[in-house]
């Protein structure tokens, strides 16, 4: 893996981004990847910083949950805004974590991102169920740093 454009193809990132299309049409609640090639500081500490940067914070049920990547250190972080956090079980993110980290560990990347996306979003409309007059809050494109 040379580069962080390697990290995925173009039909990878295209089914990437059409998970988050399919969880979100269950749940108000936003989801968002991003990938990023270097990270030389802690991923969870940087992760945060991403959520913030990416004006994740910026929505009305605070549901915003962010995947973040490291490709150097093949390192991922699940960090969710707080109406999440108030909401879901601690199971779910641990079982979200694990279920990415085991197709991480395989090499499968994109197949990582979509179960964890796929998964994160259906627990995620039990809380925040998707309702009448939803709006795409957050992009659903994979942003990368
Ligand atoms: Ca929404
Ligand atoms: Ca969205």
Redesign the pocket.
């Given at each position: 893996m040379s580069n962080i454009e390697n990290f995925l193809t173009a039909s990878e990132e295209g089914a990437i981004v059409s998970a988050i299309r399919d969880a979100?049409k269950d749940?108000?609640?936003?989801i968002r990847v991003h990938i990023e090639y270097n990270c030389d500081t802690d991923v969870f500490e940087h992760a945060i910083e991403v959520f913030h940067y990416l004006k994740m914070d910026n929505?009305k049920e605070q549901n915003g949950v962010l995947i973040y990547v490291a490709v150097d250190k093949k390192a991922f972080v699940i960090y969710g805004d707080k109406g999440i956090n108030e909401s879901v079980s601690d199971n779910f993110w641990n079982s979200t974590r694990d279920t990415i980290a085991s197709y991480f560990q395989k090499g499968e990347y994109a197949q990582g991102l979509i179960e964890g996306i796929t998964k994160a979003g259906k627990e995620m409309s039990k809380d925040f169920p998707w309702i009448h007059g939803?709006?795409?809050?957050l992009d659903n494109t994979i942003s990368k740093g």
């Open positions: 979100e749940t108000s609640g936003e929505t939803d709006t795409d809050e």
